[in-house]
């Protein structure tokens, strides 16, 4: 299935909140004819526009093809959450590479909020960073290793922005009966997610960066020299970066069996008052609960709640998006029942097996590859672009610490992936219910 057609209408951005109310990028007309550049980034998400500005400021002559909208993918879609470290907790990462390795990785995490928080104070980026993030505890089995938690990352780690919340803390601050404790980080925040990747594409523009809408790859020939070929265009380059994610399709088949697509669903609400925003959260931060299928929700600067989350079980969207994210959203809730929902849309993100991203080299190590964030993509795909201008400039350091990182294939030939994919979603959801 061609995950950037099967649902959603050519050169036009989904129906989200998010794309209610921007301005469209000028100068951003179809790649043309025979072009040469120091570096051709495929992607025009975070990390292919992060790629773009940061080369561009270093004075590369820097081509970006997007084979539709800028901001189109996940990266206009998501949940706007810009979260510290990994997609897994650091207990987890220090079992998996040791202490010294998981720091490194907490590191780049920390790194990449301060890089989103950094940028975002252009007068480029119409977006602003809301700091606060809450992590809710849907089972009161976890408030335990919250408690833990917390107090490992303030003494070993020195992260004094993380403090832990008791089940009458939560609960004043998330107003439901659904949570039972968890933490607090406000270094973390929450962002209009296409805004900023506007704001982004402004910033490589401004810099000098040549941006190209309306300009699917069709292939990539590896060499010293790599060509990269649109239906109307060949673009020679000494360096290409693939900055697709989940939509990367055939153009690399070694990522494509590292990450796979996946779908989520966000709606929004009507603007609502501030008393009932109030009786919902006490404070305008961001909360991702404990499911492993994740409910996710903040508040838009115009009262809107936006809600996250559900499965999906096939590549196509379903009928009824808001039918379906409403439900959970109730569940939480309740007080939002008579809230007229005006949104409702979908979105591709890349995730990997092991929930960590995957940074390679390809041909001759002229090509680059950074995707599969799992959901964490705001922070560490916008810092991926700042690293890899800094590997492409011969400043590899961060790029190694990354792509040493091994990112397990997915079992099975293609044909099967996607099915293996649906009975671990479901073994999972059924573990959140019980």
Not at 8 to 18: H, I, L, M, N, T
Not at 62 to 72: K, W
Not at 88 to 106: C, H, N, P, S, V
């Amino acid at each position: 299935m061609d995950l950037l057609s099967a649902n959603d209408k050519a050169g036009a951005y989904p129906p989200s909140f998010y794309a209610s109310n921007i301005t469209a990028i000028a100068d951003t007309a179809p790649a043309q004819g025979d072009l040469s550049c120091d570096v051709c980034v495929i992607g025009g998400g975070y990390t292919g526009l992060s790629t773009a500005l940061h080369l561009a400021e270093r004075g590369y002559n820097v081509h970006l093809l997007e084979a539709q909208r800028i901001g189109f993918g996940a990266s206009g879609r998501n949940g706007g959450q810009v979260g510290q470290g990994q997609r897994i907790d650091q207990d987890e990462l220090e079992k998996m590479f040791g202490d010294d390795r998981a720091r490194e990785l907490w590191n780049t995490g920390m790194q990449a909020v301060e890089c989103v928080r950094d940028l975002s104070k252009s007068d480029l980026v119409h977006a602003e960073f809301h700091p606060g993030i809450a992590h809710a505890d849907h089972r009161a089995r976890y408030v335990q290793h919250s408690r833990a938690y917390v107090e490992k990352m303030r003494t070993k780690y020195a992260y004094e922005h993380i403090s832990f919340l008791d089940k009458e803390e939560m609960q004043a601050l998330v107003q439901s009966q659904s949570y039972h404790g968890g933490s607090l980080d406000t270094r973390s925040g929450h962002i209009d997610p296409l805004q900023f990747a506007l704001g982004l594409a402004r910033m490589a523009q401004n810099a000098g960066a040549k941006l190209h809408e309306r300009s699917r790859v069709t292939s990539i020939e590896h060499g010293s020299s790599v060509l990269v070929k649109t239906e109307a265009a060949r673009i020679s380059a000494k360096y290409v970066v693939l900055a697709c994610n989940g939509y990367i399709g055939d153009l690399n088949a070694d990522v494509t069996r590292r990450v796979m697509p996946i779908n989520n669903y966000i709606i929004a609400t009507e603007p609502l008052s501030d008393a009932v925003r109030a009786s919902v959260l006490a404070k305008n931060i961001a909360v991702a609960d404990s499911r492993f299928v994740v409910n996710y929700f903040r508040f838009s600067d115009d009262n809107r709640m936006l809600f996250g989350g559900t499965e999906s079980y096939s590549y196509k969207f379903p009928n009824d998006i808001a039918a379906q994210v409403r439900k959970p959203m109730l569940g939480i809730f309740p007080q939002l029942k008579n809230a007229k929902i005006d949104y409702a849309w979908g979105g591709t993100l890349g995730i990997t097996m092991n929930r960590l991203p995957h940074f390679a080299r390809y041909g001759s190590g002229n090509v680059l590859s950074m995707s599969g964030f799992s959901g964490q993509g705001v922070a560490l795909g916008t810092l991926s672009g700042q690293i890899a201008a800094e590997a492409i400039a011969g400043q590899a350091e961060r790029f190694d610490i990354m792509s040493q990182i091994q990112t397990p294939k997915f079992p099975g030939i293609r044909l099967m992936r996607q099915p293996l994919l649906i009975l671990a979603m479901l073994w999972f959801s059924m573990r959140d219910k019980l």
